[in-house]
């Protein structure tokens, strides 16, 4: 079982699918006609239906290839939704993950006063742009630079500051000690500290950890190391939550076949030449977690 990021499933097959979005909900009644409901899945997977409809002697060979060669049911790929492939700056998400300076490509939908955030995982290559409160932000690994990971739609923005650490304080918070001061250090704001040895770097390594106070060459974080030891490391500031993050571009949704089997019959010529049309029967691709 594999994800073939390449090739996508043709997009003018595509285009004619029956597709939406199917949800997972769980209800149980009871005797007196009340019921109960749990939402069993926090997004829905799209379901699209490609078949049931007349193919040209081209289209049905650019199917049959296709889907020779992802086996049925056992590779996953990409597939144009071409009801919902793009985001624009008003609904293109940029939301934080437990990594720090790690984000997620999203797309809000929004009804009302209420709104889902759904996970982009196959951005287009190429196509994204990415914005920190409305300037644009260019692509690299310097400063305040960021990289997209095209198959995850991960991104990893470079720090914004950074400094080695030399000394701790530990304790029910904890003081940093640096060789100069922490550009843009400031109260509440959230630093990530990698790289640190021992019991010390167990504690704080691959976290946030809010700032408390700053001093000269120094920050204290809300971080308990009582007992701990360790040295070095580095803190690093990335993107804030107070950061209005967003892009905009397109997407895929990755799918697999719901099939492993596919049926087709010829049912009839067409035009002056002959052309054969085929008819197919049900052919469902399914959205898959990746």
């Not at 009801?83 to 624009?88: I, M």
């Amino acid at each position: 079982m594999a994800f073939l990021e390449s090739p996508r499933f043709p997009d003018n097959i595509a285009f004619g699918a029956t597709v939406g979005p199917a949800y997972m909900t769980v209800v149980t009644p009871v005797y007196s006609g009340r019921e109960s409901r749990a939402i069993a899945w926090t997004q829905p997977r799209c379901h699209f239906e490609v078949g049931r409809r007349l193919m040209s002697v081209a289209d049905t060979a650019a199917i049959d290839a296709f889907f020779r060669v992802v086996k049925g049911r056992a590779h996953g790929f990409r597939i144009k939704d071409w009801t919902d492939y793009s985001v624009t700056t008003a609904n293109g998400v940029i939301a934080s993950t437990v990594t720090p300076g790690v984000f997620q490509l999203c797309k809000a939908y929004v009804s009302g006063v209420l709104s889902e955030l759904r996970t982009i995982t196959k951005p287009v290559v190429g196509t994204a742009q990415l914005f920190r409160n409305a300037a644009s932000v260019t692509a690299g690994g310097g400063a305040g630079q960021y990289s997209l990971d095209t198959t995850t739609g991960l991104v990893t923005f470079g720090a914004d500051a950074s400094q080695n650490i030399t000394g701790f304080t530990p304790g029910a918070v904890t003081v940093l000690s640096f060789g100069a001061a922490l550009t843009g250090a400031a109260v509440g704001k959230y630093v990530g500290v990698s790289g640190v040895s021992g019991t010390l770097g167990t504690t704080l390594n691959g976290k946030l950890w809010q700032i408390t106070a700053v001093g000269t060459n120094q920050i204290t974080i809300a971080a308990n190391t009582t007992g701990n030891t360790g040295s070095g490391g580095a803190a690093k500031l990335y993107p804030q939550s107070s950061d209005v993050l967003t892009w905009a571009g397109q997407f895929d949704v990755p799918v697999r076949f719901d099939i492993d089997e596919m049926k087709k019959q010829i049912v009839e010529r067409s035009g002056s030449n002959g052309e054969l049309l085929v008819d197919w029967g049900s052919v469902p691709i399914i959205e898959i977690r990746v």
